[in-house]
């Protein structure tokens, strides 16, 4: 039985964006699901969090086949809460999945063949308890797989009714124009590109953008905190237990924190006189893009939920703050 009543005024505060030239509006900040809603983690945790996100306008849901851990339990928590909470505002909600990673044994459980596309889109539908997704990702890139067949496969999952909208993530500049010249030749146009993006990691301004524009793609990023650094999180060092100090499919490590270590102090400060978090201020850097429709967060519990979507308060930078910014990560 649903017992959930989201907010009424829960579409008040969002921002929404096109998805570059479609149809399709995003709210200016997402909630991602590779962290914190596996397997391992409590029900209860998560579905908090995902009442609350829904509840202050986020209206999708990002996930993808391997997400967990183990990889597909995030996408099972996700249909336990679809079931519990969102059946009855499925079509308030934009839910996305990718298929790109290793999954299962053999050679047809990961990359970008056919085969291993439409299988694992009909294996994450089968966990979400969902009859379709609103996008389906080519996860990353196939050197070894005609692209041509990876971008079939897309164009069939939605002409099989399995997903609305398809995307890549991760695409280099090239990799990208090539796939969005093929997916509209088929009649599917390519709806967004998923890249990492942050004060640290900032390939995407190296011709991807532009591409973008190009194409008329929208633009959802993801790591916008550089997996927990720009936040206060590290100010004082690295805390046991935190992001840095774990090994399971992390990026992070103590090495890297104590090299921006510097920068993440700097930033703090120019945050606190913006009158936000360094978190918040990271969020809303990433979106000062404008072909940047959403910026992917995770969340551990409500509050730092909470504390990412503050960052909508204030979303504008002066040239200063910018060329001050800009000091700071050359150094």
């Known amino acids: 039985m649903n017992n959930y009543s989201p907010l009424e005024n829960r579409y008040q505060s969002m921002p929404y964006k096109r998805s570059g030239r479609s149809g399709l509006q995003l709210p200016a900040i997402s909630l991602g699901m590779w962290y914190n809603f596996g397997g391992v983690d409590p029900f209860e945790n998560g579905r908090a969090i995902a009442r609350r996100a829904f509840d202050m306008g986020v209206t999708h849901f990002d996930l993808a086949n391997n997400y967990g851990p183990p990889p597909g339990s995030a996408e099972e928590t996700f249909g336990r809460l679809m079931k519990l909470d969102f059946a009855p505002f499925r079509d308030e909600m934009i839910i996305s999945s990718k298929a790109g990673y290793d999954m299962w044994p053999g050679p047809y459980g990961e990359w970008g063949s056919r085969k291993y596309m439409l299988a694992s889109l009909d294996q994450s539908l089968k966990r979400m308890g969902l009859e379709y997704v609103d996008i389906f990702y080519s996860h990353r890139f196939d050197p070894n797989t005609p692209l041509e067949e990876t971008m079939g496969a897309l164009d069939t999952a939605v002409r099989q009714g399995k997903a609305l909208y398809v995307g890549i993530s991760s695409y280099s500049p090239e990799d990208t124009r090539r796939a969005a010249e093929i997916l509209r030749q088929l009649g599917t146009p390519c709806l967004i590109h998923q890249p990492s993006y942050n004060m640290f990691d900032r390939w995407i301004e190296n011709g991807l953008l532009d591409v973008l524009d190009e194409q008329g793609l929208g633009c959802i990023v993801f790591?916008?905190?550089?997996?927990?650094?720009?936040?206060?999180?590290?100010?004082?060092?690295?805390?046991?237990?935190?992001?840095?100090?774990?090994?399971?499919?992390?990026?992070?490590?103590?090495?890297?924190?104590?090299?921006?270590?510097?920068?993440?102090?700097?930033?703090?400060?120019?945050?606190?006189?913006?009158?936000?978090?360094?978190?918040?201020?990271?969020?809303?850097?990433?979106?000062?893009?404008?072909?940047?429709?959403?910026?992917?967060?995770?969340?551990?519990?409500?509050?730092?939920?909470?504390?990412?979507?503050?960052?909508?308060?204030?979303?504008?930078?002066?040239?200063?703050?910018l060329d001050a910014i800009e000091t700071i990560l050359k150094e």
Do not use: C
């Open 223 to 321: 790591s916008p905190l550089a997996q927990g650094q720009l936040t206060d999180r590290y100010l004082g060092g690295i805390p046991v237990g935190s992001r840095a100090t774990k090994t399971e499919r992390v990026w992070l490590t103590p090495d890297k924190v104590q090299h921006n270590i510097t920068r993440i102090r700097k930033l703090n400060d120019l945050a606190l006189r913006r009158g936000q978090k360094l978190s918040q201020m990271a969020i809303a850097w990433v979106l000062r893009k404008p072909q940047v429709t959403s910026a992917l967060v995770g969340a551990s519990s409500v509050p730092q939920l909470e504390q990412s979507l503050g960052a909508l308060e204030n979303l504008s930078f002066s040239q200063e703050e």
